[in-house]
């Protein structure tokens, strides 16, 4: 089965993603780790992003392997996270990167994290979450992680928020059939406690 688990930057979904496929014994996707990918082969060596996106060999596991080399690190950089955001407006990129993450969802149960699982990547997951955090936690959040300031980050995230929200194709929205899951006050057990209930109520059915 697929586990989506989408919602914006910083609600706290990689962690909560991570934490919930190591209970439940599932596979993990960082589909945004794929966007990234795309956004850091175009920062380094232009070229159209459709083809980028398609020819790519991104293969994500513990490290971020893209055309052999480890990019694990490399596509975290902020530059990265920019390009990402805009590279994912793209439409040919979207459909390339679904494919792939298609691909690999069509065998054995995963928990997928991204921005587009439960509407267009994996609409008939038996199990989808939107994770949403107060703007403020989820910069805090996010500054810890980079060692930056929370403000500089608050200033960026509502950026993003703005380009994943407003894009034409697949805007970050919660699927109809989403459980929303409000993050802010809540510690990463509680949450994956929560997305497991789901997951039994699922397999029970
Ligand atoms: O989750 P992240 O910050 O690593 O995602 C990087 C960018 O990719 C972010 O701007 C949103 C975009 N993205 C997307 O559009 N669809 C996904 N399924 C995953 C990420």
Redesign the pocket.
Same mark, same amino acid.
């Given at each position: 089965m697929v586990v989506a688990i *989408?919602g914006p930057?910083g609600a706290g979904?990689?962690t909560v993603a991570r934490a919930t496929a190591k209970a439940l014994g599932f596979k993990y996707l *960082? =589909? $945004?780790?794929?966007? #990234?990918a795309v956004a850091l082969a175009l920062l380094e060596q232009g070229g159209a992003a459709s083809d980028r996106a398609r020819e790519l060999d991104i293969v994500i596991g513990e490290r971020v392997l893209c055309s052999g080399r480890d990019v694990t690190e490399a596509i975290r950089a902020p530059e990265v =996270?920019e390009g990402? =955001?805009r590279v994912?407006t793209n439409e040919k990129v979207?459909a390339a990167l679904a494919d792939k %993450?298609r691909a690999l969802l069509a065998d054995g149960d995963w928990v997928a994290? $991204? #921005?587009?699982?439960g509407t267009v990547?994996a609409p008939e997951a038996p199990v989808k979450v939107y994770l949403v955090a107060d703007p403020a936690q989820r910069a805090r959040r996010r500054a810890v992680e980079l060692g930056t300031d929370a403000e500089t980050v608050l200033r960026d995230q509502a950026l993003?928020d703005a %380009? *994943?929200e407003g894009r034409e194709h =697949?805007p970050?929205k919660p699927a109809e059939d989403a459980v929303e899951v409000d993050t802010t006050h809540l510690t990463v057990e509680q949450v994956v406690e929560r997305i497991a209930g789901l997951v039994r109520a699922a397999q029970a059915r």
């Open positions: *989408d930057a979904k990689s *960082d =589909s $945004g780790a794929m966007y #990234r =996270s990402a =955001s994912a979207r %993450q994290e $991204g #921005r587009d699982i990547v993003r %380009q *994943d =697949s970050l």
